[in-house]
């Protein structure tokens, strides 16, 4: 009993496709280990932006006496003082996905590849697409994350000639992207090739094409390997011909190492970066987890 | 003397309607002039260009004989010049204290001196020999408390001018006579009281001179000496006017409606009466008494026990359609928040009550048009324009377009709370025959009304009410105004005893 | 002379109502003239189209929150209602699928489902705002809230999504339509025409305006106050419903996301057609109007790409705030 | 006579007063039961302290909030308007560093910086609202929107961030404070103890009730309308820069998602605190308790972990409307 040990999870809530599947991996980790490690307890919190995690956080140091923090930051800066904090008191910190805006305070840090998600899309269009070709991109919600994909989707595709049309702000959402999609339609007559940036947006925007009838005319790049998108890759949708990973489960994998950490002396410090891949219809099976919701 | 307030050749339009046409006018220190009309003659009007509410469209003010304009009413205020409106002008979710000095706040320091002010609306009030607790919301007082209020801050803010604008309209006998007291005594002090009321007995009481308005242009102004309540009256109206009230019509014998043993929690107990058809019923009682509180009982306005039966059918209670369903129907004495939705047409007022009239599934548009023609000529209404907003129709006319509504709705019982509120004499007239011509044709009429010569005049028999119960009930000749007081006050001192 | 004076006045009014009646037409017809500056496709059979079918979805649902305004309410609700209702009407047709296979009774019934969950959701709202008495703000807040964290709860988190034949069955009810024009453009159109006719020609819209106007006035006037105070927000709840029937077959899914910010959006466009906040006065047509007006801002936006998208939401606001004052200067100057 | 009935009626009144009145407090009250139950860290010094603290920001805004919506106003930008002022304010305090260095003088023109920005911002709202009279609904809906997105712009589409080193000597007006009660909640104290004052026993408070409840009766009774209308933005507009003030040293840092949905909870707080919506009665420390009903339900939804966070708003949603169920219920039984 003495030695119940508790870790405190905060992450952003599920307010669009890939924070749903982060919801799940957690949850499902959290089960999964209190199964496991009956002397482990967890708090999960989610929030809908900065102040609110730094709450949730304040309240599970003071009243829930955790022993190990893991943490999605909702965003860096504003993250960085009370997580500080928390280390300063003796308490094992995780960080995932998005790092802190100074080094060194996490103990272990695992976390997904933003510039990489953004070049190896890049890549791929520069090298599938032929100078003066056009695209048009749809962005996320404005954040510093959704800027480092940008520039280095954009930094992987200079010189090769493709004509960037376009950016507008889908904000990770199928109606706004349906929508931008839409008017992108009705503003260029020739597009070849669409960066979506996240497949909850590429949803939208493929309803949008094939509502116009110009399937045939582009193709569409998601991201972060949402089941419907993937099953699609399957099947061989040629609107579809590939997407770049950033898996939710990365919270899954730093949640355990976490509790890893505190029940056995194995060291698990360091940091775990989850490069991301590009999926192809090949592999694309590896990456189908049809029980998620994601 | 010469006048402390002057109006030359004052002109007013609302858009391209005129509707004073060159009044002159002046006001001495230490008199009492009335200014006297028909409905819809203007005063109200006139009054609020004095007191600095509205600008007059032509003409000049003269203020200590210079003339002056009043960008606002506080630029008015600041001359002293101080108006009480014919319409509530008091904010109800505000206590009565925090009526009185609204815009003119004591202060201790950086603070409010609340002490202060509660204890000089207190002495106010009892001036007014009103006994309303400076800390209750308006919104839970009487009308006639509230008019009191009104009153009370007009008065606290000593003016050299004071223009009442008919503020015994809501008041009985009894709370008149104190109020023209307090107009005595100000008189006395020098202020200028400029007065309206379609009361005439009142004005031929307290007036040193009168000035008729009839429709919007300056008739005469006279000494009150010699000026008889008779000669007022026809020089209003600009006709010979006839005996006041029609003759009475004997009801028939059958009951249709019969209360019994109606309370409503806190205001009135257990009241019964009967009302036969064809009968006009007056209830008579000091203010207080509880009857517009019973009449709401009966109609299902106020949560109420007991039984009331139309027709010999009890009817559902604590629901105003049902009662309506049974065709009974119930006239607020309140018609600037129970009864007109003053931001709306005159049609749209005209058919609320009766909307089921005008088509089950569309509104008869054509229908209402009709209805309104009618309304106007059966009622005189007078309207400048037939979309105009009930809002800025005269005080007067309002409550004939309330009595227009009510009695659209084609009721078997009607009960009109205050029937004559503000209503000038000639119109007074017609709805007493209008009142008649109903028990005639075999309807049934409840008359609540505070005015003892109009329930005297037009009820074959007369419940007096005191302290929310019945007092008792006079008919035939016994009907004096001397019985109805002993009636009204005999209960006062027995329950004051018991208490 | 009543009857001479009376003739200027009526035609003064007539000249001077088209003034505060088009300010919010004007502004309507001034984007519509820039976006055709902006773009050569912005009149394109096309883009009308598809603002117009999108457009229908707040569209519909402005349209009973026109009465609910009218009659002194509001509801906040509306947005994560309409997740809700979609999250339950995906579920339902999944479940049918087994027992009613895909086909027209399958998409019946999932109408029916999203129709009735709409009404118990107005009625819920309804029932706590008319019979309990409590604000409507805090009541159609707190039920934003419930309904929003239900859907993702329903959702785990995720999309709910609905089987992709039946989807693909269902998806004509938002491509489709007849003679060119897509249904949710008709079913808006049927909508708005409706509401117009029950605003300004039945007791019920007459009853909206006088509860909002003076609830006294309509209680002594043998008004069900109550009554219609629930009807208002039993006919929004059914909207949402219906605005849901339109919304599914168009994505296929639903998530904690879906309808955020609607009943702002839906607000605002009853305001800016012209319907008073406090009650007491309301319009259908000029609510249409507001919600052209709030789609065409977003479609220009879209096509101009003017400046940094980061600034779309200033000129929005600026815009929206712009056409109110327009209506309102039209307004004093009468 | 009078003075016999209304005898009965001062003391019902004086009898129910407290019920209707402690309808909040009974909530707040039954919570804090609740959480000690849940927890036995719910009262411990730290919990207490987070909690207060972090109340600080809406109480702050609620307090201001009380006056406008006393008054029959509304503000929906005072969120955004505060993730503007935090922008504003990091950015100004970033470019003076090289000027006035790290220290006392940097800390205080960033405070000057926030309040000015305030009470810009509030005098823009209370300029449109009061004088050019659009309605305050669309107003400050449209200012939402323009504030949000000129703050996003600023950090473009990221997060501004104040330099580390002046963040480190900034920090302490958020996490100390004097004789163990953080600065946060002192000054959340201090202001609500003025605005209790100002409201209860000052004439501005009392015009700012008679506006709400009868305009017209304001304006005749020489109160100066526009001017008490502007003075509720205004001082709504310095209270959110005092706000920012706190809120800055606590995160560091401003972007598009700061303050997102304060209004609301601002609002929200206001109801539940018994102030009428509708304008025409307010009470400050009502809304004091409302905040902290509010921070309460989120903090004791930390300390059980009682379901699925998908809930979370489920269960937030339906404490609100309890908590003002609670007091309605005081209301009608007086
Ligand atoms: N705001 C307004 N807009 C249009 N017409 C108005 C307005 N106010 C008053 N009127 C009109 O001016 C005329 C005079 O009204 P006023 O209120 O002065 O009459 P009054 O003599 O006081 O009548 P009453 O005895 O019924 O109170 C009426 O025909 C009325 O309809
Ligand atoms: N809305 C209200 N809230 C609380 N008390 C009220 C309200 N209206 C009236 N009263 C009280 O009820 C009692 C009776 O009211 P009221 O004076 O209207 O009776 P009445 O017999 O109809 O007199 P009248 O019609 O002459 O004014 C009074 O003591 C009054 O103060
Ligand atoms: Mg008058
Ligand atoms: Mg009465």
Not at chain 1, 162 to 177: C, E, F, K, S, T
Not at chain 2, 157 to 172: G, K, S, W
Not at chain 3, 282 to 302: A, E, F, K, P
Request: contains cysteine.
């Amino acid at each position: 009993q003495e030695d119940t040990m508790t870790i405190g999870v905060a992450i952003p809530s599920a307010t669009h496709g890939f924070m749903g599947g982060l919801n799940y991996h957690a949850q499902a980790s959290i089960e999964r280990l209190e199964e496991t490690y009956p002397q482990l307890d967890f708090v999960l919190a989610t929030a809908g932006d900065a102040g609110t995690m730094v709450n949730d956080i304040e309240d599970m140091v003071a009243t829930r006496g955790i022993d190990a923090l893991v943490v999605l930051p909702f965003e860096s800066e504003p993250l960085t003082g009370p997580v500080q904090s928390v280390k300063e008191q003796g308490i094992w910190v995780t960080v995932v996905d998005r790092g802190l805006s100074v080094e060194g305070i996490e103990d272990l840090y695992v976390a997904g590849d933003n510039p990489g998600f953004g070049r190896v899309a890049g890549e791929y269009f520069a090298e599938t697409l032929s100078e003066g070709d056009n695209i048009v991109v749809l962005r996320g919600i404005p954040t510093t994350l959704d800027n480092e994909r940008v520039e280095a989707f954009q930094a992987a595709i200079e010189g090769s000639g493709i004509n960037v049309l376009d950016m507008q702000h889908g904000n990770w959402n199928r109606d706004d992207a349906f929508n931008v999609m839409q008017d992108f339609l009705s503003k260029y007559e020739d597009i070849d090739a669409v960066w979506a940036a996240d497949d909850d947006m590429a949803i939208g925007a493929l309803e949008a094409i094939s509502q116009a009838g110009r399937n045939e005319e582009m193709w569409v790049v998601g991201g972060a390997g949402m089941k419907q998108i993937i099953k699609r890759m399957m099947e061989g949708d040629p609107m579809l011909p590939v997407n770049v990973t950033y898996p939710p489960a990365q919270i899954a994998t730093a949640i355990e190492l976490t509790a890893l950490g505190l029940v056995s002396p194995t060291p698990v410090s360091g940091r775990f970066i989850i490069g991301s891949q590009i999926i192809t219809q090949e592999n694309a099976e590896q990456f189908y987890f049809p029980d998620s919701p994601f | 003397m010469t006048a402390i307030l002057e109006a030359r050749g004052i002109t007013r339009a609302f858009g391209p309607i005129r509707v004073l046409h060159g009044v002159d006018f002046s006001l001495i220190p230490g008199e009492v002039h009335a200014l006297i009309g028909e409905n819809g003659a203007g005063k109200s009007t006139t009054m609020k260009i004095l007191g600095g509410y509205l600008a007059p469209t032509e003409g000049e003010l003269l203020l200590d004989g210079r003339p002056v304009r009043f960008a606002d009413q506080r630029e008015a205020e600041d001359a002293g010049i101080l108006m009480i409106h014919q319409e509530f002008n008091l904010a109800l979710q505000l206590t009565v204290e925090e009526n009185i000095f609204l815009g003119r706040e004591k202060m201790r320091g950086p603070f409010l001196d609340k002490k202060a002010m509660r204890e000089e609306a207190r002495d106010l009030l009892a001036r007014l020999d009103c006994h309303a607790d400076p800390r209750t919301p308006i919104r839970d007082l009487s009308v006639p408390n509230r008019q009191m209020v009104e009153i009370a801050r007009a008065l606290g803010r000593n003016a050299r001018v004071l223009i009442m604008d008919e503020p015994t309209a809501v008041l009985t006998a009894r709370e008149t006579d104190v109020l023209l007291e307090q107009i005595a005594r100000l008189k006395a002090q020098g202020t200028a009281i400029l007065y309206t009321s379609h009361k005439l007995d009142e004005i031929a009481r307290i007036a040193d001179r009168v000035t008729v308005l009839r429709d919007g242009a300056h008739i005469t102004t006279r000494p009150a000496e010699g000026f008889s309540e008779h000669a007022m009256a026809e020089t209003m109206v600009g006709r010979e006017l006839s005996d006041l009230f029609p003759p009475k019509v004997p009801a028939r014998d059958d009951v249709v409606l019969q209360v019994e043993g109606l309370t409503v929690p806190g205001r009135v107990r257990d009241a019964s009466f009967t009302l036969r058809r064809g009968e006009v019923l007056g209830f008579a009682g000091l203010v207080g008494a509880g009857r517009t509180e019973l009449m709401e009982g009966i109609v299902g306005l106020r949560p109420a026990t007991g039984l009331v039966r139309v027709n010999g059918q009890t009817i559902k209670p604590n629901s105003v359609r049902a009662a309506r369903e049974a065709g009974l129907v119930y006239l607020t004495e309140d018609r600037k928040e129970k009864g007109l939705l003053l931001t709306k047409s005159l049609t749209e007022n005209l058919t609320l009550l009766a909307l089921d009239r005008f088509g089950r599934i569309f509104i008869d548009k054509k229908a209402e048009d009709t209805a309104l023609t009618n309304a106007i000529s059966d009622f005189d209404i007078r309207v400048n324009d037939r979309d105009m907003l009930a809002g800025s129709l005269s005080g007067g006319n309002q409550q004939k377009l309330l009595l227009a509504k009510t009695m659209l709705a084609e009721p078997q019982i009607v009960i009109i709370d205050e029937p004559t509120r503000g209503i000038d004499i000639g119109t007074k007239q017609q709805i007493y025959e209008f009142i008649a011509a109903l028990a005639a044709a075999g309807k049934s009429v409840i008359v609540v009304s505070s005015e003892l010569t109009e329930v005297i005049g037009l009820a074959d028999r007369v419940v007096v009410m005191g302290r929310g119960h019945i007092a008792g009930e006079l008919s035939g000749d016994a009907i004096t105004e001397d019985a109805i007081l002993r009636r009204a006050m005999g209960v006062d001192e027995l329950t004051g005893a018991s208490a | 002379m009543t009857d001479t004076t009376a003739a200027p006045q009526a035609t003064s009014r007539r000249r001077s109502l088209p003034l505060h009646v088009l300010g919010p037409v004007l502004a309507l017809i001034a984007l519509i003239v820039l976006g055709a500056m902006l773009n050569s496709n912005f009149l394109s059979y096309a883009n009308v189209t598809n603002v117009l079918a999108r457009s229908a979805f707040i569209g519909i649902i402005a349209v009973g929150m026109t009465f609910v305004i009218t009659g002194g309410g509001i509801d906040l609700s509306v947005g994560s209602m309409a997740a809700f209702i979609a999250g339950v009407m995906i579920m339902a047709m999944n479940a049918l699928i087994p027992t009613l296979g895909i086909g027209v009774p399958l998409v019946l019934a999932g109408m029916g489902v999203a129709l009735l969950t709409g009404l118990a959701a107005g009625m819920l709202n309804g029932f706590l705002i008319a019979k309990v008495r409590i604000e409507a703000f805090i009541v159609t807040l707190g039920a934003m809230g419930v309904y929003r964290s239900l859907t993702t709860w329903l959702a785990d988190g995720g999309t709910l999504s609905l089987d992709f034949d039946a989807r693909t069955f269902y998806r004509p009810v938002y491509y489709d339509g007849i003679l060119g024009i897509a249904w949710p453009i008709i079913v808006f159109a049927l909508v708005a025409i409706l509401g117009e006719l029950a605003m300004r020609k039945t007791p019920f819209g007459r009853h909206c305006a006088s509860l909002g106007a003076n609830e006294q006035v309509a209680k002594y006037s043998a008004v069900k106050v109550d009554r219609v105070r629930m009807g208002t927000y039993v006919l929004l709840g059914v909207l949402v419903g219906v605005a849901t029937i339109m919304y599914v077959p168009r994505l296929g899914s639903a998530s904690g996301s879906t309808g955020v910010l609607w009943e702002l959006e839906a607000i605002a466009a009853v305001i800016i057609g012209g319907t008073l906040l406090k009650g007491g006065f309301g319009r259908v047509w000029g609510t249409v109007i507001g919600v052209l007006i709030l789609s065409l801002i977003d479609n220009i936006l879209n096509l101009a790409s003017i400046v940094s998208p980061y600034l779309n939401g200033t000129i929005q606001g600026v815009i929206v705030i712009l056409a109110v004052v327009l209506q309102r200067q039209g307004k004093s100057a009468e």
